[in-house]
């Protein structure tokens, strides 16, 4: 590769996590929205309750991603604790979204899965999903409070949830990389305390 290109390419990459910081830096004005998030959870896992999580694509990944770590291991060991992606059953999924409609594969599994006293987390970087907020009203419908991880505007989830972490940025692959920064904070302090 020429040397221009190498370069230009090098500086590309340093512009690219130069952003990345920067927003990781600006997540400390949410910590406190954190703080509250994790203590939602602890509360239902700790009542015996469990953790929903629900995203499309990246935010599948992640919601798949949160719920092995608290299923599994973190960092410490511990008794596994009731965590749960609602899209990782491919049969299920591919049965609703063609019965029902894709916009209703997360509320028909939350429907089945959640009870009063559970936790939903509805993850969508824009807040637009419509599948996510047709959980989100199921979640509401069921008594399951509901936290929000999404992007700087937080779309039409801000006003629907209990708590919406809304990250300070626009771009997905930052707010994607956040929410899993966010998702690791979240496992590393229920893990503490529940493992205590």
């Known amino acids: 590769m020429a040397t221009a290109k190498l370069t230009q390419q090098t500086d590309r990459i340093i512009a690219i996590w130069d952003e990345h910081l920067r927003v990781a830096r600006a997540l400390s004005a949410l910590a406190p929205e954190v703080s509250d998030a994790v203590d939602l959870i602890y509360s239902a896992l700790d009542a015996g309750g469990q953790l929903l999580i629900a995203g499309n694509g990246g935010s599948a990944g992640d919601a798949q ?7 599994g291991r973190f960092l410490l060991e511990r008794q596994a604790l009731r965590a749960l992606a609602l899209h990782g059953n491919t049969s299920a999924l591919t049965a609703i979204g063609n019965d029902y409609g894709y916009e209703y594969v997360f509320a028909r599994e939350l429907s089945a899965h959640a009870r009063p006293g559970d936790v939903l987390l509805a993850i969508s970087t824009s807040g637009n999903s419509r599948n996510i907020l047709r959980a989100i009203e199921v979640a509401r419908r069921l008594k399951v409070s509901v936290i929000g991880l999404t992007g700087e505007s937080g779309g039409e989830m801000r006003a629907a949830c209990d708590l919406c ?10 707010i994607q990389e956040m929410h899993i920064m966010i998702g690791h904070a979240i496992c590393e302090l229920l893990e503490e305390r529940l493992a205590a």
């Open 65 to 71: 991603h949160i719920a092995a770590e608290l299923t």
């Open 165 to 174: 972490l809304c990250v300070p940025s626009r771009s997905t692959a930052r």
